[in-house]
Antibody, heavy 121, light 111 residues
């Protein structure tokens, strides 16, 4: 059974870099076939897809964040990470990692429990 | 502002059927059969209940069904139960560089 677990600081100061890690169990992020994504949910509940990492060292980002975001993998820890630079209060959200494991490559059928990140001084 | 449009709320009595709509454009819902629906309880992560317009993941009740007509996708919940009270989000693959877009969500209330 595949499980995802987010970790990282819950409070980030404005202009700093937000860094989160998603640890994967039950599947290997380097074995191919899955897209490992980050999705965030604003306090008003709207969802936004941030981007994904694919095992071939391919990453793809939402253009709305492209200049500030980076998603990479640490295969030794079977984890993938999100870095979002120059954060503002508008980046306050619950951040989820998610993946397409058993259904369609265009569906997020596995989600982490989410981690709340607040941007504030 | 969400790329897809959903009604803010829908309600129904136990046992009834309700239908939630999700409207997009020919660049997303109308152009691809990659519509998903997610159910979310307060404080929990979204859960996939419909993928590829009308397919259900293993373990999801057959009371949930999905369909699409033109640029509008629909989720029908039949035999409404108290446990169905939750927020429901639609999403779609899009030909825009954003790849995936979501609706703002519909709150389902069981009367």
């Amino acid at each position: 059974q595949v499980q995802l677990q987010e970790s990282g600081p819950g409070l980030v100061k404005p202009s700093q870099t937000l860094s989160l890690t998603c640890t994967v169990s039950g599947a290997s992020i380097s074995s191919g076939g899955y897209y490992w994504s980050w999705i965030r949910q604003y306090p008003g509940k709207g969802l936004e897809w941030i981007g994904y990492f694919y095992y071939s060292e391919t990453s793809y980002y939402n253009p709305s964040l492209k200049s500030r975001v980076s998603i990479s993998a640490d295969t030794s820890k079977n984890a993938f990470s999100l870095r979002l630079s120059s954060v503002t209060a508008a980046d306050t959200a619950v951040y989820y990692c998610a993946a397409d494991i058993s259904t369609s490559e265009n569906a997020f059928d596995i989600w982490g429990q989410g981690t709340m990140v607040t941007v504030s001084s | 502002q969400s790329a897809l449009t959903q009604p803010a709320s829908v309600s129904g009595s136990p046992g009834q059927s309700i239908t939630l709509s999700c409207t997009g454009t020919s660049s997303d819902i109308g152009g691809y059969n990659y519509v998903c629906w997610y159910q979310q309880y307060p404080g929990k992560a979204p859960k996939l209940i419909i993928f590829d317009v009308s397919s259900r993941p293993s373990g999801v009740s057959d009371r949930f069904s999905g369909s699409k007509s033109g640029n509008t996708a629909s989720l029908t919940i039949s035999g409404l139960q108290a446990e169905d009270e939750a927020d429901y989000y639609c999403s779609s693959y899009t030909s825009s560089s954003a790849l995936y877009v979501f609706g703002p969500g519909t709150k389902v209330t069981v009367l």
